[in-house]
């Protein structure tokens, strides 16, 4: 079988990089322009929110709404692992404390019963993570935040599309923010939004907009560029030689990282607060426009891995009644995540979030998280792969694709119980 697919993002289409391409050669409005607004507007038309406000990233939009709630010193603020270590670094920053919960072993997400168990009169606000774009049992999240009064946060950072009741994830709590970094449902390389119907939190956030710094002119060229390159340096032809390139210059490379140095440890990067450039929210309106193919692609291919595991006797997955997920990844357990890598490795790269409870982190002691506190977890992390599900991928290179690993894909195991 020949190479597939050199990275797990694909959303980019030749029209997007050749229109990033010729923005670069022929704009001067890279940083601040009109296509920000437009961005906004038609984000908020696709989530069905009435205030969608753009940032440098989504762990910038939720820094910001945790200060435009008005959590801060010592408050208590839940989310599951596994996560970003930049999510309890965005609590940490405002001055909160991360309350981390377990996830359950059925969709990776949040277990309620462990969150409700964590609730103390400290407690502020909960995260619910729709990891993977498999949506959370909002009802019953829905229902616990209520009868505490939690404000709730949805981490809609791998679910742009996703459903719930035939509505959108990102308009069921009091706010959402959403991530357009390049492995996400759409890229623009790096990107967050927030979307809130609260009018007195779209305003404070747009007041934090303001005081975000602005893109200088190199770094919104370094994104756009970045975007180009990725779109046809990673193409599966050439990205076994551009890989060791990249492998060669490291650091030195003028590509802008997705995260810092100081943000693996949990320090606070002096100017992290940025918006988003002009440049890349022309591209992001672009992606937003295919987002339906984009979704049903995704959902195709899914589809495509339930039936594959279905096939040897395994189901995996199990969704929450009435959901639609939006797939970012398709995550699939394996007995041994090294080989799963190894086997994998000369038809493309496989996708390993979480690599730990807190992906990226030095330790996820950075984030304050105590090892063995949360074992589902840790099992996860360590036993989890994701399949690709993007509009690159064709229905018969999944089916392909699973097979190199279906030897070593089992059922997610809990204490030595299945779950
Ligand atoms: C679950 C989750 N939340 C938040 C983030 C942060 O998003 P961003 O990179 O846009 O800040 C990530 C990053 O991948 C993530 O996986």
């Not at 672009?286 to 891995?305: D, G, M, S, T």
């Amino acid at each position: 079988m020949k190479r597939h697919f050199a990275l797990l993002g694909g959303t980019t289409s030749f029209t997007d990089a050749i229109v990033a391409l010729y923005k670069l050669i022929f704009s001067f409005t890279l940083s601040e322009g009109t296509s920000l607004t437009k961005y906004e507007n038609e984000f908020a038309r696709k989530v069905g929110t009435r205030y969608a406000i753009s940032f440098s990233a989504g762990r910038v939009g939720l820094y910001g709404l945790l200060k435009a709630f008005g959590i801060g010193d010592g408050d208590e603020v839940i989310l599951q692992v596994p996560s970003h270590i930049v999510v309890p670094n965005a609590i940490k920053y405002a001055g909160a404390v991360p309350i981390y919960v377990d996830c359950n072993l059925n969709n990776y997400n949040i277990d309620l019963d462990f969150a409700r168990s964590k609730i103390t009169k400290n407690t502020k606000a909960i995260i619910i993570q729709h990891t993977f774009g498999i949506p959370v049992d909002i009802t019953e999240a829905l229902e616990l935040a209520n009868e505490y009064g939690l404000i709730v946060i949805e981490d809609c950072v791998h679910a742009l599309g996703a459903k719930y009741k035939d509505k959108n994830i990102g308009t069921f709590g009091h706010a959402a923010f959403f991530s357009t970094e390049e492995t996400k449902i759409i890229s623009t390389t790096m990107g967050g939004m927030i979307t809130t119907d609260n009018l007195d939190i779209a305003e404070k956030m747009k007041d934090f907009q303001k005081k975000c710094s602005i893109p200088d002119f190199w770094l919104s060229y370094r994104y756009l560029l970045k975007f180009v390159l990725y779109y046809f340096l990673l193409h599966p032809i050439v990205h076994k030689y551009t890989r060791y390139i990249y492998e060669f210059f490291g650091s030195r490379l003028p590509l802008p990282r997705p995260t810092s140095a100081e943000e693996l440890v949990g320090k606070m990067p002096e100017d992290i607060n940025q918006r988003l450039s002009n440049g890349q929210a022309l591209i992001g309106l672009r992606q937003l426009r295919k987002l339906e193919n984009n979704l049903n692609h995704r959902r195709k291919i899914a589809a495509v891995y339930d039936r594959e595991l279905k096939s040897i006797g395994l189901m995996e997955l199990k969704y929450p009644q009435d959901s639609e997920p939006s797939y970012v990844r398709y995550p699939l357990w394996v007995s041994n995540k090294d080989m799963a890598v190894e086997k994998y490795k000369s038809y493309g790269v496989l996708g390993t979030w979480f690599t730990s409870v807190l992906e990226e982190a030095v330790s996820p002691s950075y984030g304050d998280y105590i090892m063995g506190s949360c074992p589902n977890a840790e099992l996860a992390a360590k036993h989890l792969i994701n399949l690709p599900t993007h509009p690159k991928v064709k229905v018969n290179d999944a089916e392909k694709l699973f097979k190199v690993i279906s030897n070593l894909v089992s059922v997610p195991v809990s204490k030595d119980k299945r779950v």
